[in-house]
């Protein structure tokens, strides 16, 4: 009976409360970093590019989804 109240209490206080941890800023930039103002990494557009890595997962995913399809066909097809 703990169990079952205890997992979902915990459950919601994580989702919950969980949203308030950040990370820190990013520190200044050095006097001489060569621009003519400070402007973070995101306003310049740098950054990490996602798209590639996006793609290279949804790949993966679907060739786990298809290798598990053709799994279960093949089992249902020989019972």
């Given at each position: 009976m703990?169990?079952?109240i205890l997992f979902p209490l915990l459950f919601s206080?994580?989702?919950l409360f969980g949203q308030d941890?950040?990370?820190q800023s990013a520190p200044a930039p050095?006097?001489?970093?060569?621009?003519?103002?400070?402007v973070t990494a995101?306003?310049?557009g740098g950054g990490a590019p996602i798209g590639s890595g996006l793609f290279v997962?949804?790949?993966l995913a679907g060739l786990y989804g298809?290798?598990?399809a053709y799994q279960h066909f093949k089992?249902?097809?020989e019972a």
């Open positions: 703990k169990k079952k206080a994580l989702m941890v950040f990370a050095p006097d001489s970093h060569g621009g003519g103002s400070n995101t306003q310049s997962l949804l790949g298809g290798t598990k089992k249902q097809k």
